[in-house]
């Protein structure tokens, strides 16, 4: 019913700018809410930056200013442009999507564990 994979992580140097890419395929559900959720070793997973189904954005406090989260319908891909990076963005990333959006404007953005799909992750390390 939904396949994520994601693309674009590696390492950059702190400053650098990363862009993921996570290419969506999802039958039976005509609307859903897509997302970009890090998991960094010993720590959780948190949400990053998501978009609801009519195309509002939510994001991390500390991400906000530097991550923007963005949506291409024609080839149903989500991105996550990542500027001014810095060692502690370092993580997996991984792609989410859900038809059950409880998005907020706080922390968490999204319950890692009311999403219902889950891409592979891609790795992103930024070094000092």
């Known amino acids: 019913q939904v396949q994520l994979v994601e693309s674009g992580g590696g390492s950059v140097q702190a400053g650098g700018s990363l862009r993921l890419s996570c290419a969506a395929w999802i039958s039976h559900y005509s609307r859903v809410c897509m997302g970009w959720f890090r998991q960094a070793p010993g720590k959780e997973r948190e949400g990053v930056a998501a978009?609801?189904?009519?195309?509002?954005?939510y994001y991390l406090t500390s991400v906000n200013g530097r991550f923007t989260i963005s949506k291409v319908n024609a080839n149903n891909t989500l991105y996550l442009q990542m500027n001014n990076l810095k060692p502690e963005d370092t993580a997996m990333y991984y792609c989410?999507?859900?038809?059950?959006?409880?998005?907020?404007?706080?922390?968490?953005?999204?319950?890692?564990?009311?999403?219902?799909?889950w891409g592979q992750g891609t790795q992103v390390t930024v070094s000092s």
């Open positions: 978009m609801d189904e009519d195309g509002a954005e």
């Open positions: 989410a999507a859900d038809s059950y959006c409880p998005l907020r404007r706080g922390t968490p953005i999204w319950n890692s564990r009311a999403v219902g799909f």
